[in-house]
């Protein structure tokens, strides 16, 4: 899968900064150049490392499991360390 | 200078697309314009009697989360004399914007700033018009408008030179 257009990536990067405008919190420092770059940065890291992710799941998994399905797993993980809020509101509840 | 009017954001009128989002934040209404997309709203008022000099608006705002970089307004004046040739019904009429260039936003979110912009472009209003004033952040401005996030715009005042 190659990287986002940079139409999606604009949606992202909109997103973001309506979503935390609404929680009136943001990222010290930084202008919207800055955070555009670390949308095409970070879709850049996904693209670079797609690879080295799938290789590192469990064959069972990694041969059964849609791309769909290895992406929420790994959004999961990372909202769970970061984010538990965000994963509830997606899964409805983690207990 | 005297104070003319000062035009809240429950007194705010919109277009068909692309307005601030009518919006209250910590109980205080706002005006929530987009970091993205250019929002437009607008004002209507009778210009009093008197009315003389130079014409300013001074825009009070406060950021959402942006501790960093500039916003810029555009304030724009459609000035309409008795018997002018303006279908109202169909038309705008709207003088040439005032902007007023790159405004760096305060360092901490949610502390307030006042802009002054003059309306150097005013429309030739005089006293008895029939006038709106139409305010826009100039969100797709990547020189002028770097802050990130929402800016909720809290009163516009409109003075003149009296």
């Known amino acids: ?95 | 200078m005297a104070t003319r009017f000062v035009l809240t954001p429950n007194s705010a009128e919109f277009p068909a697309s692309a307005f601030p989002q009518l919006t209250l934040i910590n109980r205080r209404p706002t005006l929530a314009f987009d970091a993205s997309t250019q929002e437009t709203c607008y004002w209507s008022f009778l210009a009093p009697q008197g009315l003389t000099g130079t014409k300013t608006a001074v825009i009070s705002y406060i950021m959402a989360s942006a501790t960093s970089g500039t916003v810029e307004f555009e304030v724009a004046v459609e000035a309409i004399t008795d018997a002018d040739a303006t279908d109202l019904d169909a038309a705008d009429s709207f003088a040439t914007v005032n902007a007023s260039g790159a405004i760096t936003v305060p360092g901490t979110a949610g502390y307030i700033d006042q802009v002054s912009v003059t309306l150097t472009n005013d429309d030739g209003i005089s006293a008895g018009d029939y006038v709106r004033l139409s305010v826009s952040r100039d969100a797709d401005d990547v020189t002028n408008d770097t802050a990130t996030g929402d800016l909720y715009l809290l009163n516009v005042e409109f003075r003149d030179g009296a």
């Open chain 1, 1 to 95: 899968m190659a990287v986002l257009p940079d139409s999606d990536r604009l949606r992202i990067y909109r997103g973001l900064m309506r979503y935390w405008s609404s929680l009136r919190e943001g990222v010290s420092g930084i202008l919207k150049t800055d955070l555009k770059a670390a949308v095409d940065a970070a879709d850049q890291w996904v693209e670079d490392n797609s690879v080295s992710y799938n290789n590192a799941l469990p064959a069972t998994f990694r041969t059964n499991a849609t791309a769909s399905q290895k992406s929420i797993l790994l959004v999961a993980v990372v909202l769970m360390r970061f984010n538990l809020d965000m994963l509830k509101r997606i899964f409805g509840e983690v207990d």
